[in-house]
């Protein structure tokens, strides 16, 4: 898994809930184009990005991030602390497959994890 977030406090936090989950891989990127070279050295099978970054907007890193990943093994969720239902539409539009809330909840995290292992990557070496 790839989480996109340039804030380190909401970095650490997320790692500190992927702990418990040795069967999760959880690479941080720090900036869009920090993710666009993990996603070029290996490939996730799930991303999250948040919505704000420093370098780029969320919907503006998807369109890279996609081109670089193995068609249909991964999947783009995005997160952000706004929860508003145009914005979620927004990201949805651009054609993120799901949006999440900050803060996030260890349950809802663990079911993104869950789905996100059902179903084995397309392609070697996607993690």
């Known amino acids: ?7 380190v406090i909401n970095a650490v936090l997320l790692q500190e809930m ?5 069967d999760i891989a959880l690479r941080i990127a720090f900036s869009g184009a ?4 993990r996603m070029i050295e290996r490939p996730a ?11 780029c ?6 369109g890279r991030l996609r ?7 991964t999947r783009f969720l995005a997160l952000s602390a706004d929860a508003m239902p145009e ?10 497959d799901g949006y999440l809330t900050k803060p996030l909840r260890l349950r809802e995290l663990y079911a993104v994890y869950d789905e996100a292992l059902k ?3 397309t392609a070697p070496g996607v993690a």
């Open 18 to 22: 992927s702990v418990r989950r040795p």
């Open 87 to 96: 914005q979620v539409r927004h990201a949805l539009s651009f054609g993120f």
């Open 34 to 37: 920090e993710a666009e070279q």
């Open 67 to 73: 081109r670089l990943a193995a068609p249909g093994g």
């Open 119 to 121: 179903s084995p990557p």
């Open 1 to 7: 898994m790839l989480y996109v977030e340039d804030n």
């Open 45 to 55: 099978r799930l991303v999250l990005v948040d919505m704000n970054l420093g370098d």
């Open 57 to 62: 907007h969320g919907t503006e890193l998807l």
